[in-house]
């Protein structure tokens, strides 16, 4: 599925992965997990090969946030405890209120003691992700992976839950996979996957100037058609200009060949 393909990332640093459904780029993150073994090549975490790390040690350095909040039947206290078990009240309300997970919380009649139910209907699809975002949070992984983590989410939430990763990739070696450009400009780096394959990286500007797969992926999202301008209002008003040309907003319809 993956060939010929290297990379740094350095630490601190955000990479992010773009390419269109099928490229490989949620393939790239199950192999740094080893939810699947390498037929050949290596991945290093910190000097290491990760196959002479325990499955559980190298697990326990990555926090992952996934398209699809996963949630127990337990409270919310409990629910962002999970990600350290032994992490006290007051540590997991600070990551609460550092993933602005505390201001909804409070307004709940039972706070942090509210049970979430198995169909979920008391909390919203982005009140959840920003949940499992507090739970990273109080899991201070030094690697983070999000996975399309704001593709299942309002666009009501949809600010909310990207200013709860910045705050949680702040200092903290992350790889991004992200439909919308518009969240991954800010990165380092920018790989852009096509068949397994990188076929460009670097960083946004430098990516916009060769004018390559990137800008015609950049192309497509923001200086198509003003069919999808009021699908974000939160962010739809703030302008951008980039390589010459101007476009039209900051907000980013779905690439069209991502449309599943
Ligand atoms: N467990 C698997 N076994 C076989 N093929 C898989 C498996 N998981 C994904 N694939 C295939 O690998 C390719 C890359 O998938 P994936 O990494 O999920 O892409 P992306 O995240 O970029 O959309 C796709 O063609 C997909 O069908
Ligand atoms: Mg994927």
Redesign the pocket.
């Known amino acids: 599925?993956?060939e010929d393909l290297s990379f740094d990332a350095d630490p601190g640093h955000t990479v992010a992965?773009v390419?269109?459904?099928?490229?490989?780029?949620?393939?790239?993150?199950?192999l740094v997990m080893r939810f699947?073994e390498l037929n050949s090549g290596k991945i290093m975490l910190d000097n290491r090969d990760i196959t002479d790390l325990s499955r559980a040690d190298l697990r326990s350095k990555v926090g992952m946030v996934l398209q699809d909040a996963w949630l127990f039947g337990g409270s919310i206290m409990e629910n962002i405890r999970y990600g350290r078990l032994d992490a006290t009240d007051e540590e997991v309300i600070a990551a609460a209120k550092a993933t602005f997970v505390d201001r909804f919380v409070r307004a709940l009649p039972d706070g942090y003691d509210t049970i979430i139910d198995e169909e979920g209907t008391n909390v919203s699809a982005g009140e959840k992700q920003l949940i499992t975002i507090a739970r990273a949070f109080v899991a201070n992984p030094s690697l983070l992976i999000l996975?399309?983590a704001t593709s299942s989410v309002d666009t009501r939430t949809e600010l909310l839950v990207q200013q709860a990763m910045a705050a949680l990739r702040s200092d903290r070696t992350s790889f991004v996979?992200a439909h919308r450009l518009s969240t991954i400009r800010d990165a380092d780096t920018i790989l852009v996957?096509e068949s397994?394959r990188i076929v460009e990286q670097g960083n946004h500007e430098h990516l916009l100037g060769t004018q390559g797969a990137y800008y015609r992926l950049y192309q497509s999202q923001f200086a198509g058609p003003a069919e999808d301008v009021d699908a974000n209002p939160d962010t739809a008003a703030v302008p951008a200009v980039a390589a010459g040309a101007t476009v039209a907003s900051d907000m980013a319809p779905e690439a069209k060949e991502?449309t599943e």
Do not use: F, R, S
């Not at 390419?19 to 199950?30: C, D, E, F, Q, S």
């Open positions: 599925l993956i992965i390419g269109p459904t099928g490229a490989g780029k949620t393939t790239l993150v199950n699947y996975d399309e996979i996957m397994g991502e």
